[in-house]
């Protein structure tokens, strides 16, 4: 897969924080935490609500 752009998002007090973007392989590479999600690789990072944790991240990046 090209590494393509995502949004890493945390959600802390009911609220979700962007934390940044960054390509699939840094995404991959941030360590677990609670609440992390990411954009989906295949949409707009920034733009789209489909959000992933860490583990269907590494899935669908996997494929």
Known sequence: MPKRMVEA???KRGRRTAVGLM?????????ETEGMEF???DERPG???????????????KL
């Open 9 to 11: 998002t945390v959600k």
């Open 23 to 31: 390509n699939t392989t840094q995404a991959l590479d941030m360590p």
């Open 39 to 41: 954009s989906h690789p």
């Open 47 to 61: 733009e789209t609500e489909v959000r992933l944790t860490q583990s269907e991240f590494a899935e669908v990046v």
